[in-house]
């Protein structure tokens, strides 16, 4: 095998590396109340009042009985309230 194709392998080695280490993981799979409430510049009241009538879905936590909000809920209310701002 040619040196300079050892090489160019390496750096593709490299290179698929340094992409995955730049693809975003998720933060997290689920959010308290808190911080939903925070994150959308909302009253914690009002993001507990929207998970009680399943405005937004949530589930509660077996022991706790706090509701916990999924990253893909979040998501779709961003992306639902960004449109609505446009």
Not at 59 to 82: N, Q, V, W, Y
Request: aromatic content about 6%.
């Amino acid at each position: 095998m040619d040196p300079l194709d050892k090489i160019e392998q390496r750096l593709d080695r490299i290179e698929n590396l340094l992409e995955s280490l730049q693809t975003p993981e998720r933060e997290k799979y689920f959010y308290s109340t808190n911080e939903v409430a925070e994150r959308l510049d909302l009253s914690k009241w009002y993001v507990r009042r929207l998970c009680s009538t399943g405005e937004i879905l949530a589930e509660k936590h077996p022991e706790s009985g706090r509701f916990l909000i999924s990253a893909d809920e979040l998501e779709r209310i961003e992306s639902r309230r960004d449109a609505l701002d446009d």
